[in-house]
């Protein structure tokens, strides 16, 4: 798979604008592993390797467990290793991203309401909204995941 072209330098006012978003989801009050474990769901469902490639490498930066990570697709049967911040965040990331398919239904946002504040839950949902942007920037232009490129 080879690059199509690089978007960065095409349109980096473009780029610049989703960075500006970026920006604001490090300043929200929810924890940066969070985020990253949201990315990664994310990025996970969209089968986007390189930003699977980036937001794993990103955790293991912030001191993640591997296996915290490499049970990631599967959190629903991880037990306890994820708390229930991070378990309510991963289900609405999933139906936030899955939106043709599951509507976003009134149990979703109940559940997701139960565990964060309002202004938590819209963060969460520019965060998710933005990490649906980069992923499809990324698939549609064939970015190369840091992995490929060194091997």
């Known amino acids: 798979m080879s690059k199509r072209l690089d978007y960065n330098q095409i ?6 604008a ?3 978003v970026y920006g604001y989801i490090l300043q ?3 924890s940066a592993t969070l985020i990253e474990l949201v990315y990664l769901r994310i990025s ?4 986007c390797a390189y930003c699977i490639d980036m937001h794993t490498r990103d955790l293991l930066k912030m001191g993640e467990k591997v296996e915290k990570i490499a049970l990631l697709q ?6 306890n290793l994820f708390d229930e911040r991070e378990r309510a965040a991963l289900a609405w990331a999933e139906t936030v991203t899955r939106v043709a398919e ?4 009134d149990e979703a946002y109940q559940a997701a309401r139960a565990i964060f504040e309002e202004r938590e839950l819209v963060d969460l949902t520019i965060a998710i909204s933005l990490m649906n942007a980069y992923n499809r920037m990324a698939i549609s232009f064939r970015a190369t995941p840091a992995a490929a490129a060194a091997a």
């Open 11 to 16: 349109a980096p006012a473009g780029i610049k």
């Open 18 to 20: 989703l960075g500006g």
């Open 28 to 30: 929200s009050r929810l």
């Open 44 to 47: 996970q469902i969209n089968n």
């Open 74 to 79: 599967a959190w629903r049967e991880a037990g």
């Open 102 to 105: 599951t509507g976003v239904p």
